[in-house]
C-alpha cells in the first residue's frame, strides 16, 4: 500500500463548480499534512498547509481527519486558472524526518 | 533570494554514462530530498537526507548515489545513466521540526537517456 493515496482523477469541471480531492495516508505517525499545486513541466508548488482544525484560504479549504487519516481540499467557485494537478504531501519523522507526495490529482477547469 | 537551486536545467546522456546533479538551498533547511517525476505520474522519493551526514533511501533508489557534502548541498549522481532513468529530477529542502516544515523546490533537471 502506498504512504499516500489520491484520487487517480482526471477532474474535469465547468468554470464555477465546486470540486473535492480526496487523500488517504497509511503511516498514523504522520506529523504535517499540505496541499500543493503543480503546473505542467512546473515544480510542486505549497498551496496551503492542513491543519486539524481545518483551515481557509479564499476559495480554498483544506480538512484533516487524523482518526481516518484522510485529507480532503475543497475548490469553491472554479477558475480556469485552477488547472493544475494538485498534490497531497505528509511529512514523517520515523528514524529521519521525510517528505511523501501523493500522485496528485489532475484538475481541468473548462469554460 | 534564491531559494533551491538545481544545475543543469537539461541533459542529455547516453546509456552508460555517469552524471551528478547539483542542487543546493539557501534557507538554512536541515532536510534535503532528490524525486523523479516521470511523465504524467507522480513524484517518486529517490534519497532524502535528514541532516547534515546523513542519507536514507527512499521509494526509488537503485542506480542512484547521493552526497549531502554539507547543510546547502546534496547531489545525485547516476554512474550508469540507463533509458529508464529518463525523468524530471526535482530537488527539494524542508525544515524537519517547528511549524513550518512544507518542503520547497528547485525548478527542476531534465534529463534524457538515449
Known amino acids: 500500500r502506498k504512504e499516500v493515496e489520491q484520487d487517480p482523477g482526471p477532474f474535469n469541471v465547468p468554470e464555477g463548480a465546486t470540486v473535492a480531492f480526496n487523500c488517504t495516508y497509511s503511516?498514523?505517525?504522520?506529523?504535517?499534512f499540505f496541499w500543493y499545486r503543480q503546473d505542467c513541466r512546473k515544480e510542486p508548488k505549497l498551496l496551503m498547509s492542513?491543519?486539524?482544525s481545518g483551515n481557509e484560504d479564499g476559495r480554498f479549504t483544506a480538512q484533516l481527519n487524523r482518526a481516518s487519516q484522510y485529507i480532503s481540499l475543497l475548490i469553491r467557485d472554479s477558475k480556469l486558472s485552477d488547472s493544475a494537478t494538485y498534490l497531497c504531501?505528509?511529512?514523517?519523522?520515523?528514524?529521519?524526518?521525510?517528505?511523501?507526495f501523493g500522485a496528485g490529482t489532475r484538475l481541468f477547469v473548462k469554460a | 533570494n534564491a531559494g533551491v537551486t538545481q544545475t543543469p536545467k537539461f541533459q542529455v546522456l547516453k546509456t552508460g554514462q555517469s552524471m551528478t546533479l547539483q542542487c543546493a538551498q539557501d534557507?538554512?533547511?536541515?532536510?534535503m530530498y532528490w524525486y523523479r517525476q516521470d511523465p504524467g505520474m507522480g513524484l517518486r522519493l529517490i534519497y532524502y537526507?535528514?541532516?547534515?551526514?546523513?542519507?536514507d533511501k527512499g521509494e526509488v533508489p537503485n542506480g542512484y548515489n547521493v552526497s549531502r557534502l554539507n547543510k546547502r548541498e546534496f547531489s545525485l549522481r547516476l554512474e550508469s545513466a540507463a533509458p529508464s532513468q529518463t525523468s524530471v529530477y526535482f530537488c527539494?529542502?524542508?525544515?524537519?521540526?517547528?511549524?513550518?516544515?512544507?518542503?520547497?523546490f528547485g525548478q527542476g533537471t531534465r534529463l534524457t537517456v538515449v
Open positions: 527539494a529542502s524542508s525544515f524537519a521540526t517547528g511549524q513550518n516544515t512544507e518542503a520547497f
Open positions: 503511516n498514523s505517525a504522520s506529523q504535517s
Open positions: 492542513v491543519y486539524s
Open positions: 534557507m538554512n533547511h536541515n532536510s
Open positions: 504531501v505528509v511529512t514523517l519523522n520515523t528514524g529521519g524526518f521525510k517528505t511523501i
Open positions: 537526507s535528514a541532516s547534515e551526514g546523513t542519507t
